[in-house]
């Protein structure tokens, strides 16, 4: 078997590749010195473990041995997990998106030796079809070019590179963002909001939690009902198709069709850290009578994660592939073969009670996939609650379970199982706060797990934190991302057991986050440190998509700590960022709207709770709702318990009881 430079990775999608026929090196000096010193260009390929198509383009192109040999002949072919190093992915994404018009994984860049990037694409096939040029006769038609016409080639990529840094420069604005901001995000989400199916936009459909996280923050700042709902029907809507695993929680990446239905089956762990939190707040706003399945959601989310992506020392992994092996098609991998069901398995395990479980999860005799280009399918059911209203019958949950004991016996999709820092402070995040709002103390003590592993194995004695952790080996310098989202768990968790060790672990990373990533002059926040010397140019994020953005995260990081501990010093960076990105705010206000609820957060009066004594019932009401702008202390745990709560400056008198806290803050 061929075995490459990757074997000695610890990657999960790099090692994928290790025994490809293709002389694959890693990302970093060795491969640019090869290529400077052979003066050939790199062929850059970027995506994931759990990437379907990611798995296509390496069975028909990287695992043949004639477009392998192109490669090694004409090419250094260099992989890189984008989970890895999202800098790198966003840099040369950034060239595809604006040369071609889309983007996506696999990402395809020939780079010059210097890594300019000069032509590129996602997925190509072998042969040229469905509209796409075949990757074979691109790589003669590039080899030819770098032998024959090279000075155009390497004109083109200077002239690329400062377009590119033009325009995504993000420099200082000299103002804060303009008042009517958030009002102008709210109406272009109204715009595109789905009312029969919930979400924003049509077919293909991601979840973008960041949307919801604001929507819901723009409610509480407004009162507009409307935001409300949008963002309350998308989750009742989302929780009710396909792209949630009605057997064993959490969800799908994406689905394929604007009704949540047909989901790409890849499970993410931003995902079910974002979408927690946001089923979370739906229910703290609307109470757990109103939306018991909201409530519910939040919790499986967590008991999924807790029982399928925790490391036996208690961080979380990254995610779980859409395509596993089929049972009923030995030797095939499939899409979704794990989670889908013919009527004939579940009639010998479900008999007389089918009937009602197909009625609830709109299961047919011959599938319920009408349109299914691949095949992938037929014959098959993908559970969603056609009627919901069954879903709490006792015959039916009976069901889900003796469906999700046979599950468990199939073939487990791939799981990547590496650690990163930044997703983990978003699961322990969300664990902190769904475990202090439910009172579930194994949630927070998750929580509490994740986070003492991650201070153990990523945190270096000088503050500095690395991104990835896997069997054993820590590595890759923390992005902003790592920071900032890590500082908001340490935050989160401490707002849900009060200790003020995490309190001083927060504004630790807060200052270390600034001192590598701020643009003190230009204003906001590098995605990478000064040290990465292996990118053209830094970036700074400027997109809240399927995860939020580094800068959006630091802003909310640092306003939060400002209100925490009192130190405005952490309000001038996170000003600087807001004047920063004040013009894209205006004009764009959709593409950041984790970083407008920041805006919300930064204007709103603030809210100070001061809890005392043997206060645990108050402080069990005060997470029971959605006070966002609301900054809580526990002082002292002997005597009577007593809150008192300050707004504006203005400091009520001491209440004592469960109803009085209600009332002061206006719950209803």
Not at 29 to 44: G, M
Not at 262 to 281: G, N, T
Request: proline share 6%; aromatic share 10%; net charge negative.
């Amino acid at each position: 078997m061929h075995t490459n430079a990757l074997i000695h990775e610890k990657s999960p999608y790099l090692l994928q590749h290790a025994h490809n026929p293709v002389d694959w090196l890693p990302w970093g000096e060795a491969a640019f010195a090869k290529a400077r010193a052979e003066d050939r260009p790199i062929f850059l390929s970027i995506g994931y473990s759990t990437c379907h198509w990611c798995h296509v383009m390496e069975r028909e192109s990287f695992e043949n041995g004639e477009i392998a040999a192109l490669l090694n002949r004409f090419f250094v072919p260099v992989k890189v997990d984008r989970e890895e190093r999202p800098d790198v992915d966003r840099l040369y994404m950034t060239f595809v998106q604006a040369t071609t018009g889309s983007g996506g994984w696999p990402l395809s860049v020939w780079l010059t030796p210097d890594l300019r990037p000069f032509y590129g694409g996602t997925y190509f096939p072998p042969e040229s079809r469905w509209g796409r040029p075949g990757f074979r006769q691109i790589l003669e038609q590039i080899a030819l070019a770098w032998q024959t016409n090279r000075a155009k080639i390497l004109e083109a990529g200077l002239r690329i590179q400062e377009e590119i840094q033009q325009a995504v420069a993000v420099t200082a604005g000299g103002r804060m963002p303009a008042a009517d901001a958030v009002h102008s995000g709210f109406q272009q989400f109204r715009r595109s909001f789905d009312a029969v199916h919930g979400g924003f936009g049509g077919a293909p459909k991601f979840p973008r939690p960041a949307v919801l996280h604001f929507l819901f923050r723009y409610f509480r700042r407004t009162g507009n009902a409307e935001a409300l709902e949008m963002a309350r029907r998308t989750l009742v809507e989302m929780r009710r198709g396909g792209m949630y695993d009605q057997v064993g929680g959490g969800f799908h990446r994406y689905s394929v069709d604007e009704r949540w239905f047909v989901p790409h089956f890849e499970k993410m762990l931003y995902d079910q850290a974002q979408l927690a939190a946001a089923y979370l707040e739906a229910a703290q706003i609307t109470g757990k009578a109103a939306e018991p399945e909201v409530l519910l959601t939040a919790q499986e989310i967590c008991e999924y994660v807790l029982r399928d992506m925790t490391h036996p020392e208690g961080a979380f992994y990254s995610a779980e592939d859409a395509d596993s092996e089929d049972p009923a098609r030995p030797g095939h991998k499939g899409e979704g073969a794990f989670y889908l069901w013919s009527w004939e398995e579940m009639e010998r395990l479900l008999g007389e009670d089918l009937p009602l479980f197909a009625a609830c999860y709109g299961c047919r005799a011959r599938g319920n996939v009408d349109h299914d280009p691949h095949g992938e399918f037929e014959g098959r059911n993908i559970l969603w609650m056609a009627r919901p209203e069954l879903a709490a019958d006792p015959a039916v949950a009976r069901c889900r379970g003796i469906l999700f004991e046979a599950r468990s016996k199939r073939p487990r999709p791939h799981r990547d199982d590496k650690v990163l820092a930044a997703w983990n402070g978003l699961m322990i995040s969300a664990l902190a706060r769904v475990g202090a709002a439910t009172g579930e103390a194994r949630y927070v003590e998750a929580a509490r797990r994740a986070f003492a592993f991650l201070e153990k194995a990523l945190l270096l004695p000088d503050g500095r934190l690395l991104r990835r952790w896997r069997e054993g080996e820590a590595a890759v310098p923390a992005m902003l991302d790592d920071y900032a989202a890590l500082a908001l768990a340490a935050i989160d968790l401490h707002q849900a057991v009060f200790e003020e060790a995490l309190l001083g672990r927060a504004v630790q990373l807060a200052r270390v986050m600034i001192e590598l990533f701020e643009d003190a002059g230009g204003g906001g926040f590098f995605t990478s440190p000064a040290s990465a010397s292996d990118l053209l140019f830094r970036m700074k994020e400027d997109y809240d998509g399927a995860e939020p953005s580094g800068n959006s995260l630091a802003v909310e990081a640092l306003l939060r700590l400002a209100r925490l501990t009192g130190d405005d010093s952490f309000l001038a960076p996170a000003r600087r960022t807001l004047e920063a990105f004040a013009s894209r705010l205006e004009q764009q206000p959709s593409a950041l709207p984790r970083m407008l609820a920041a805006l919300l957060l930064h204007e709103a009066p603030p809210v100070e709770i001061e809890f005392r004594g043997a206060a645990e019932a108050l402080l069990g009401e005060f997470h029971r709702h959605f006070e966002p702008f609301a900054t809580a202390r526990w002082t002292g745990r002997d005597g009577p318990g007593q809150a008192v709560v300050c707004t504006d400056f203005v400091c009520k008198p001491a209440v004592s009881y469960v109803e009085e806290l209600r009332a002061l803050l206006h719950w209803a």
